[in-house]
């Protein structure tokens, strides 16, 4: 362990790398996730079909490809957000983590309004609400309670796709563990361990958080 | 329900052309200028095979031996150096003409050769394993890898150097790179060089060279670093669009890798370098592989250590 | 049920459907001719860029490419269906003392990513262990704490009547487990054991990163060769997308033909939401 405790600067920063891509991770896909969603239930059937077309193209294809497309595809297109690189190449590793994790945000918020008892949708609709309320107002914070565990599975997996944007000029916890091993190849054991713990302690505080919810949503 | 059973039905019949596939031109495309093989577009040089070799207390050559074939860990990756071809699967680079070479002088045909791809982090384990009988993979000699494996050679000097756009006049060394974006491979050592010595150049880092190539080529960084060997493997498949700068800043001598302790097989792989060298066999791998790049290196002189 | 949020289009939301129809399909036809008059200037459309690909022997080295990666999914899910089983059966075991390992494992297993899990064998074993077992031992770890957990659900919801019944001709609780119980929980959550053969399908891609020549690894090689790595990358998504689609669609149909018999246990699973949750987690 001696290994890890020496180089904690490398370590932590690892672990803030991580830390990063999943939070902004987080942001992005609830947003786009729930976009998708509303896509894929609304009136108009060229809209449905445009979610249902997103969600199957993109789930079917692995995160690490979609990675290459960001870090590739993104600059030759001329998509570029800031001089700084650094930042440049957290933002097209997020947006890969977004495009892919949004998704099964969508399924998952998907099959959340489904558990929402008809006579509430129907309820709204008598009293006169348009489409965008009956959603806004009486399904989706409805189907909250039930979207909350399998929104949860959604993100702890994508806590630990953050592992491959390693590939795409992000320091995170993976990178600290490639350099680590590079420069201490007699300690690779503890090396290791030192990561998988990180990541079980990381998953663990989603975890518990995610409870949190479940316990509010379910109180509420 | 129609529509899923459209899907299916397409992307079944996409499957099954592939299964069939060959629905196209028959041979092989024509492979870029210096990418796979020739950079001369001459035909491959063949190497004398020598004739009952003999090799008395190396554990790796009775391996040899007893297998009727060499296994040699090679990088698949690096155009000119070590790439294979993506339609017949074979070898081809400096690297591969070295392995070929050092089979020759230990007596074994090109078709006695088994390469296994390999990649920086696990040329040691193979090693340790016995995974494979020697690495020929632009392979540095080092003090810590010393304490692992043993080296013959070098059979080649590198350097560290810049990859840069054929038009950029602004980097003219590794001093010149403030405010640059440089690109090179995580965890190697042309980029902890790079993030320890040269704070001023922002330092980008993906998992293959090939990537930070197509960025270089499309303008998202300045440079792409590492050993000059693979850089002029790069410039000879892009000459209209890629150079190498030339002002190498670390020397980096290729060894060829081998178990630790097998003192008789690194004499023999030491000798059959220095015979390359003498017989000019050395030189004409070079010419058929990094020669496209336009220069004309001295050969290094092998160290007994 | 999505019907049933709004209200039969009349005609001013039909016509409004129409111009969002209109915008939408506007708005698509818009990005892909701005990507494509991009990829054109940055040259990534010329001919020399794509013509490799209609060459045979670079079609019979993408299948042979493409062939590898299902030998990777195929060996790694076989394992993992066997792991989950396993692991499953421990965990419903009335033996405290299997119980309680096997929980404690499932839970532990599915914390790293499958990447780490790969590098354990990796660099844990010094090269002892070759690249392709590296990936599928990383792949087959993860997957069979899954499965476990799939299963497992699967044989809670099942009528505890069928376990009862198991015991009371005489069966021991494992054999109970292994001939009753796991079965019918291999049939009623084969829509979600499906959905995690597509993961495991999309994870083989990870095995690149330790170098192993699959799918992926051959387009950027051939990208490299050819230097045409954009175009390449493109073809090789294709390749998953159409592969994974195939296998999609066998789940929707499974899914459907076995919607009629097992609603029951099903809607019975419902508050904990099993196969919701382990579809959601299969990302």
């Given amino acids: 362990m001696q290994v890890i405790v020496d180089n904690l600067d490398t370590f932590g920063r690892g672990v803030w790398g991580t830390v990063v891509l999943f939070l902004w991770g987080t942001a992005g896909s609830l947003v786009f996730g729930t976009l998708l969603a509303v896509l894929r239930v609304a009136p108009s059937a060229a809209m449905r079909a445009a979610g249902t077309a997103y969600v199957n193209l993109v789930r079917n294809t692995p995160l690490t490809l979609i990675m290459v497309f960001c870090i590739l595809g993104l600059p030759i297109l001329r998509i570029t957000f800031t001089e700084e690189v650094g930042t440049q190449y957290r933002i097209y590793a997020v947006l890969a983590l977004v495009a892919y994790t949004s998704c099964f945000v969508c399924e998952a918020i998907r099959s959340g309004i489904n558990t929402v008892p008809v006579g509430q949708a129907e309820a709204a609709r008598a009293i006169g609400l348009p489409f965008g309320q009956v959603l806004s107002l009486v399904v989706l914070p409805q189907a909250v309670k039930a979207v909350i565990p ?25 990178s600290a563990m490639r350099n680590l091993i590079e420069q201490n190849g007699n300690a690779v054991i503890p090396i290791l361990l030192g990561i998988t713990v990180a990541y079980v302690l990381l998953v663990a505080v989603v975890s518990a958080v995610i409870a949190l919810l479940e316990r509010a949503a379910v109180t509420a | 329900m129609t529509r899923n059973r459209t899907t299916t039905f397409a992307a079944t019949a996409f499957v099954a052309a592939l299964t069939l596939g060959a629905c196209g031109q028959e ?70 003409e070295i392995a070929k070479l050092m089979a020759a002088k230990l007596g074994l045909t090109p078709d006695k050769i088994e390469f296994t791809e390999t990649v920086s982090a696990n040329r040691e384990p193979f090693l340790q394993q016995g995974t494979v009988d020697m690495v020929v993979a632009s392979y540095t000699i080092n003090d810590k890898r010393k304490e692992v494996v043993d080296f013959a050679g070098p059979y080649y000097i590198a350097g560290q150097d810049l990859l840069v756009a054929k038009d950029d006049t602004s980097i003219t060394g590794v001093d010149a790179l403030a405010g640059k974006k440089v690109c090179s491979v995580e965890g190697s050592t042309p ?115 | ?88 059966a421990l965990r419903l075991s009335t033996v405290r003392a299997l119980r309680l390992p096997a929980t404690v494992l499932v839970q532990f297993l599915r914390a790293p990513p499958v990447l780490l899990m790969m590098f354990w064998f990796f660099y844990g074993a010094r090269g002892a262990v070759p690249v392709f077992w590296c ?15 799939i299963l497992r659900a699967g044989v809670r919801a099942l009528p505890a009547g069928q376990r009862e019944a198991g015991l009371a001709v005489g069966l021991t609780p494992s054999q109970v487990t292994w001939t009753i119980l796991l079965p019918q929980a291999l049939r009623s959550m084969l829509p979600s054991l499906l959905a995690q053969v597509v993961v495991i399908l999309k994870d083989t891609a990870l095995i690149y990163i330790l170098g192993y020549s699959e799918l992926l690894r051959w387009g950027t090689g051939l990208g490299t060769q050819y230097f045409n790595l954009v175009p390449a990358t493109i073809v090789i998504a294709v390749v998953y997308i159409a592969t994974n689609s195939v296998v999609a669609a066998a789940a929707k149909v499974l899914e459907r033909r076995l919607s009629t018999t097992s609603r029951a246990t099903r809607t019975a699973a419902m508050p904990g939401a099993p196969a919701q949750v382990e579809s959601g987690s299969a990302v």
């Fill in chain 2, 27 to 96: 041979g092989s495309p024509q492979t870029g200028t210096g990418a796979a093989g020739s950079a001369s577009g001459d035909a491959a040089p063949s190497y004398a095979v020598a004739s009952d070799v003999a090799l008395t207390g190396s554990p790796t050559f009775d391996k040899i031996k007893a297998a009727g074939k060499v296994r040699i860990g090679v990088k698949a990756d690096q155009p000119g150096i070590g790439l294979k071809d993506a339609a017949s699967g074979e070898y081809a680079g400096f690297d591969i």
């Fill in chain 1, 150 to 174: 399998p929104l949860g599975s959604v993100l702890i997996a994508m806590l630990k796709n953050t592992s491959i944007a390693s590939a795409a000029s992000n320091y995170e916890l993976i």
């Fill in chain 3, 1 to 88: 049920m999505t019907s049933v949020l709004y209200d039969a289009p009349g005609p001013r939301a039909r016509a409004l459907n129409r111009v969002l129809t209109l915008v939408g399909v506007a708005l698509v036809a818009g990005v892909v001719a701005f990507v494509v008059w991009r990829l054109q200037s940055a040259l990534q459309l010329t001919a020399s860029k794509w013509s490799v690909f209609t060459y045979a022997d670079i079609q019979r080295a993408l299948f042979r490419a493409w062939w590898a990666t299902m030998k990777i999914a195929l060996v790694a899910i076989a394992l993992s269906v066997v792991l989950g089983a396993v692991l499953a």
């Fill in chain 3, 135 to 149: 990936g599928v031992l990383g792949l087959t770890l993860y997957n069979g704490a899954i499965i476990a957990e």
């Fill in chain 2, 191 to 305: 980029a902890t060089r790079i993030r320890d010595e040269h704070p001023e150049a922002t330092l980008v880092t993906f998992d293959t060279y090939s990537k930070c190539v197509e960025q270089l080529t499309s303008g998202s960084v300045d440079a792409v670093t590492t050993d000059d060997a693979i850089l002029r493997g790069y410039a000879a498949q892009q000459p209209d669009a890629l150079k190498v700068v030339g002002t190498p800043f670390s020397e980096e001598p290729y060894g060829i890798g081998i178990a630790k302790g097998d003192t008789a097989m690194r004499t023999a792989l030491n000798d059959a370098i220095e015979a390359a060298v003498s017989d000019g066999d050395w030189k004409k791998a070079y010419d058929f592989t990094l020669g496209g790049s336009g220069t004309d290196p001295e050969p290094p002189t092998v160290d007994r250590y």
